[in-house]
Structure formats: structure tokens, C-alpha cells
């Protein structure tokens, strides 16, 4: 394929961002939001990464689908994606649930919510399909995703990431032969199939797929119909279609942008609170396997305009520090010590409070003599003064949420409880 054939298909492709999930494995986090809409790095939002890959792709055909809480979400899309030119048919337009087919159901799955939108799909007449997750955090050229779908002359194509063989019972696996074709697709097997000629690894599925349009039509009609189906991608498109469609893996590390020094292609499901504070205590890292600084591959994000971060007082017992963190704009450091922490927008720290490998989403407010240790903190929580968290497993799990890792999970309404 020359680099005109290449652009064309980039540019007759569009995707799709299925981002109406709630992540109830994030427990309370999610109570008010989608997991997609989730804050991340500080001042990014999970969703961010797939829509950031399109535009650096080259993908200006975009669609973001919702449905679970989605007014957050909606409007940091609204907000911060609208710059595309539609007079070229460029957009990043928003689909939410609109009980569009006869039974009048919100979207029963991943297949359902894009059949429920195949109407609009077929108005943009789009030569290839990219669903794409909105929670996981990468970096991906979809370009050479959409690349390697041509030449290789798949129908369909699932983008896998290597992971231990000891682990890929956790995901969805492909068993996939050396030229990239799919034998079988096995949602979370007890004995995972190897990568050819890897034995100690597996490919799981990314939750990205390529899809030629008319297939794509052809089989969200027919799995519609199925009254047995879940109406998922993984679960029952993709393994319908294996010996009967050409379907073919793809390598994550043929497409994943490394950050300079990086080992390994990152990929991240931060669907777990214990993934989730995991994947961002990454980032305070000396040089982070994602690293937000490269300018390569910028993550492109809406943020409002605040000041810069301050830090005050310079006493032998009260100096506002910071050291292995990020601190986002609009935060102040008033007296307190930030130590392998991440501060989100518009967050205080007060003076005396301590706060340790930890995460502060926006807008929160630390009391003075506070000391959080491994804790994730909700957006607009106060923190009373002389609270401490993640010293007393047992007070921790009476009070708040406490995960198998040992993260303590604090939200408004569980201090609320505490007056």
C-alpha cells in the first residue's frame, strides 16, 4: 500500500468511542460519573487517550458514544473537542442513548449501542469502522492499526496486547496462527493460548477492532435478532465470526507509540481502583513508561484557565513541598508536604497535613494535620482536620473503602457520615 492508498483509508474511516460504561469496578468513584470521564494524570480525563490517538491518527470522523451519567462527560467533550472543521467532514460528534430501535431499550451492550447508531453510521458512509473503548489509557497510531488491516486483507481485525500467559486469564484471548489469523477468540480461558512462538504469552484483546463496514452491518443485524446473544464484542461478535470472516490480530507493539526509553508497549485498563491508582502513581516515576511530556504524541484535553500552582510558607515545621509528584494548575501547597502524590486541579493542601502516594481529584481541600498514605481522595471531598488515612487498615475499612492493595477510597458522602 502506497501513502496515498494509506490516507485514504485513515480518512474513510470512522470510529467510534464507546464511552457509556459506568466502571463499577471503581466502586464509589464512579457514583457520579462515567469511568471514560474519570480524571487521570492530573489534568486529563480518561477519555481523552482514544480521542487524542484519532486526531494524532489522523481520524478527524469521531463519534463518542454515552449513556450512564453522562453530563460531564458531554460537556468536557462539547468543551474541548469542537475544533474540528465539519465544512471539511470533520467532527467528534457525541451519540447518547436515544432508545432509537423498536424495543425502545437503552443499549444492552457494546454491539447494541453501535447498531442502535448504524443509521447515522450509514449517513457518513464510511469505508471502515474503529471501535475503540474510552477507559483504558494508551498511545496509538491508528493509522498503521488501519494499515496493517488492508494489506493483511482482513475482514476484521483485533489489536492485542502481550501479556504473561499466567495473567491472560483475566481478559479475552485470541489464539492466533504466525500470519496474524484468528483460530479462536476465548473470553477469560482457564488454559490461555499461547503467542506463536511465545509461549509464556498471550495476546488479550484491546477492545479495538477493525471492522469493514459491510460486515460490520451484516452481523450487528443478525446479532440484533439473537435473543440468546449479550450483545457484546467480545463475547459474541468477534467469536461469531471466526471460520466464517477473515479476522486477524494485531500487535500492539506495531502501533503503540513508545515514550523515548520505554521496554514495553503501555497499555493500561484502569477499570480497578487498584489500576487505576496504580496506572497514575506510575506517572510520578522519574521517566514513566507514559510520558505526558512528549510532545510527539501530545494528549490533547479541555482544562479551565486556573493560576499556577503555589506553595507557601517556609518554617522548619510548616514549608508548602512538593517532591515525586505532579501538581496541577490551580492548587495550593499551604504549609503541607506532597510526596509521590498527584494534586489535581484546584486541590489544598494545609498546614501540617502530609499527603503520601496518594491521588487528590479536583477540587478537594485537605484540613491542616491531615495524613493520607495510599489513599484516592473524590473530587470536592473536605478533609477534617487531623484525619488520618491509610495508617489502620481496620479503621480505614470501617470508615471508607479499602481494596485488597491496600488503597483507601474517600468520598464526599462517606465523610459526610463521619460528622
Excluded at 155 to 170: I, K, L, N, Q, Y
Excluded at 189 to 196: E, I, W
Excluded at 217 to 229: C, K, M, P, V, Y
Aim: charged share 20%; glycine share 8%; with cysteine.
Amino acid at each position: 500500500m502506497n501513502y496515498g492508498d494509506a490516507q485514504h483509508a485513515v480518512r474513510s474511516t470512522l470510529a467510534v468511542v464507546l464511552a457509556g460504561g459506568r466502571g463499577a469496578r471503581l466502586k464509589a468513584l464512579t457514583d457520579n460519573e462515567a469511568k471514560p470521564s474519570m480524571p487521570f494524570g492530573g489534568k486529563f480525563r480518561v477519555v481523552d487517550f482514544p480521542l487524542s490517538n484519532c486526531i494524532n491518527s489522523g481520524i478527524r470522523k469521531v463519534a463518542v458514544v454515552t449513556q450512564y451519567r453522562a453530563h460531564s462527560l458531554i460537556r468536557h467533550i462539547q468543551r474541548g473537542w469542537n475544533f474540528l472543521r465539519g465544512e471539511l467532514g470533520e467532527f467528534v460528534e457525541l451519540w447518547p442513548a436515544q432508545q432509537q430501535t423498536e424495543a425502545g431499550s437503552w443499549y444492552r451492550g457494546t454491539a447494541d449501542a453501535v447498531y442502535q447508531n448504524l443509521q447515522v453510521i450509514r449517513q457518513h458512509g464510511p469505508r471502515h469502522v474503529l471501535i475503540l473503548a474510552g477507559d483504558h489509557v494508551y498511545r496509538q497510531d491508528y493509522s498503521r492499526l488501519i494499515r496493517a488491516h488492508v494489506e493483511s486483507g482482513a475482514e476484521v481485525t483485533v489489536s492485542c496486547v502481550e501479556v504473561p500467559r499466567s495473567e491472560a486469564s483475566a481478559f479475552g484471548c485470541v489464539n492466533a496462527k504466525h500470519s496474524g489469523e484468528i483460530e479462536a477468540f476465548v473470553e477469560k480461558p482457564a488454559d490461555p493460548p499461547s503467542v506463536p512462538g511465545r509461549p509464556q504469552r498471550s495476546y488479550a484483546s484491546m477492545g479495538i477492532y477493525v471492522f469493514d463496514i459491510d460486515v460490520l452491518l451484516e452481523t450487528l443485524e443478525r446479532d440484533a435478532s439473537d435473543d440468546s446473544s449479550s450483545h457484546d464484542f467480545g463475547h459474541d461478535i468477534v467469536p461469531s465470526l471466526v471460520g466464517s470472516r477473515r479476522i486477524y490480530a494485531h500487535p500492539f507493539g506495531e502501533s503503540c507509540v513508545m515514550s523515548q526509553g520505554a521496554t514495553e508497549p503501555y497499555w493500561r485498563d484502569v477499570g480497578t481502583l487498584d489500576a487505576f491508582w496504580g496506572a497514575n502513581m506510575e506517572l510520578t516515576s522519574v521517566t514513566p513508561m507514559l510520558d505526558l511530556y512528549d510532545s510527539r504524541w501530545p494528549i490533547w484535553t479541555y482544562h479551565e484557565q486556573r493560576p499556577c500552582a503555589k506553595f507557601v510558607f517556609d518554617d522548619k515545621d510548616r514549608r508548602g513541598m512538593a517532591v515525586d509528584s505532579l501538581i496541577s494548575a490551580g492548587c495550593v501547597v499551604s504549609g503541607g508536604t506532597v510526596r509521590g502524590s498527584i494534586m489535581f486541579t484546584d486541590t489544598r493542601i494545609n498546614s501540617y497535613s502530609e499527603v503520601n502516594h496518594s491521588l487528590v481529584l479536583p477540587g478537594c481541600d485537605v484540613g491542616r494535620h491531615a495524613r493520607l498514605n495510599r489513599a484516592i481522595v473524590a473530587s470536592n471531598c473536605r478533609i477534617p482536620e487531623g484525619l488520618v488515612v491509610g495508617e489502620d487498615a481496620e479503621a480505614d475499612s470501617a470508615r471508607f473503602h479499602r481494596t485488597p492493595a491496600g488503597v483507601t477510597l474517600v468520598t464526599a458522602s462517606m465523610l459526610a457520615k463521619l460528622r
